[in-house]
């Protein structure tokens, strides 16, 4: 006899269907809400961001072909590549945002922007894009595999972080070279608007985060923040592999004071791991 609420009970089918078609409709929203960014505010005025959604701009401009063809012939690759490492609910996500992505940029290929200006252009652009980025990201798909792509690059001792650094420098000082510099600085401009509006659907609009930080210099980390930043980090410690005493320091930070608790860490541990709880 079933009990309720088991498994395979209809309810709690019908519940992961409800919750599924949820999803499905955050990453198309997602979808949707970055190909205006890009079709309507930042491709019209020549202005490229970074990841693969800058490289697909770029090939766009150079070749003349249809963007939506390069967002989806240069994300699927590392996608599949990395399909071993990643879920496999992700993978089926992030194809249908980068569907829905490419044939978005499609249909509004024709429309004109709807501003004439470069500045707001960025500005709407780069938020538009960021903002359809993290929506994808918060209902479980992708719409850019630059993270996938450094992962799977990586060699030596350079992390997939200044892999893909480098790789959206590279990105902007191309498109600077082919639209002067001008260009450049509003590319800059969405660049960066974009990369925090990614944040807003993940994080929220959160002022205060719980901080982990796991160090092998946690009594010097501890006795800073709350010399400099009249923070109070309770820790509790645990033995690495390799016998040496590390801890764990948590505690509350506002958004204004992470830069200077990162620059506390890297001070004392290069190598300590600053995590957040939402």
Same mark, same amino acid.
């Given at each position: 006899?079933?009990?309720?609420?088991?498994? !395979?009970?209809?309810?709690?089918?019908?519940?992961?269907?409800?919750?599924? &078609?949820?999803?499905?409709?955050?990453?198309?929203? !997602?979808?949707?809400?970055?190909?205006? %960014?890009?079709?309507?505010?930042?491709?019209?005025?020549?202005?490229?961001?970074? /990841?693969?959604? !800058? @490289?697909?701009?770029?090939? &766009?401009?150079?070749?003349?072909? +249809?963007?939506?063809?390069? *967002?989806?012939?240069?994300?699927?690759?590392?996608?599949?590549?990395?399909?071993? $490492?990643?879920?496999?609910?992700?993978?089926?996500?992030?194809?249908?945002?980068?569907?829905?992505?490419?044939?978005?940029?499609?249909?509004?290929?024709?429309?004109?922007?709807?501003?004439?200006?470069?500045?707001?252009?960025?500005?709407?652009? %780069?938020?538009?894009?960021?903002?359809?980025?993290? @929506? =994808?990201?918060?209902?479980?798909?992708?719409? #850019?595999?630059?993270?996938?792509?450094?992962?799977?690059?990586?060699?030596?001792?350079?992390?997939?972080?200044?892999?893909? *650094?480098?790789?959206?420098?590279?990105?902007?000082?191309?498109?600077?070279?082919?639209? !002067?510099?001008?260009?450049?600085?509003?590319?800059?401009?969405?660049?960066?608007?974009?990369?925090? &509006?990614?944040?807003?659907?993940?994080? /929220?609009? $959160?002022?205060?985060?719980?901080?982990?930080?796991?160090?092998?210099?946690?009594?010097?980390?501890?006795?800073?923040?709350? +010399?400099? *930043?009249?923070?109070?980090? =309770?820790?509790?410690?645990?033995? =690495? #592999?390799?016998?040496?005493?590390?801890?764990? @320091?948590?505690?509350?930070?506002?958004?204004?004071?992470?830069?200077?608790? +990162? =620059?506390?860490? $890297?001070?004392?541990?290069?190598?300590?791991?600053?995590?957040?709880?939402?």
């Amino acid at each position: 006899m079933k009990q309720k609420g088991s498994v !395979g009970s209809p309810m709690n089918i019908v519940r992961h269907q409800s919750h599924a &078609a949820i999803r499905c409709l955050g990453v198309i929203a !997602g979808a949707l809400l970055a190909s205006i %960014g890009l079709e309507l505010f930042l491709m019209p005025h020549g202005i490229v961001v970074g /990841g693969m959604t !800058g @490289l697909s701009a770029l090939f &766009a401009f150079k070749t003349e072909m +249809r963007l939506g063809l390069f *967002l989806f012939l240069f994300n699927v690759p590392f996608l599949l590549l990395q399909r071993n $490492r990643i879920d496999f609910t992700f993978g089926i996500f992030t194809v249908l945002g980068l569907l829905v992505f490419s044939l978005g940029t499609v249909i509004l290929h024709p429309y004109p922007s709807l501003t004439g200006e470069q500045l707001p252009a960025a500005l709407l652009g %780069g938020l538009s894009l960021g903002m359809g980025i993290g @929506l =994808a990201l918060r209902f479980g798909g992708a719409l #850019d595999t630059a993270e996938q792509a450094a992962e799977f690059m990586r060699f030596g001792i350079i992390s997939p972080e200044w892999i893909i *650094l480098i790789f959206n420098c590279t990105i902007l000082i191309a498109a600077g070279f082919h639209f !002067g510099f001008n260009q450049a600085i509003y590319s800059v401009i969405a660049y960066i608007l974009a990369f925090e &509006a990614v944040k807003i659907p993940v994080q /929220g609009f $959160r002022f205060t985060y719980t901080v982990l930080i796991q160090t092998r210099n946690y009594r010097e980390i501890q006795a800073d923040l709350q +010399r400099y *930043l009249n923070l109070s980090a =309770a820790f509790r410690t645990f033995s =690495a #592999d390799n016998g040496e005493e590390h801890g764990i @320091l948590e505690c509350e930070c506002n958004r204004l004071e992470l830069f200077r608790l +990162r =620059a506390i860490v $890297r001070d004392h541990d290069a190598d300590g791991k600053i995590t957040f709880r939402f």
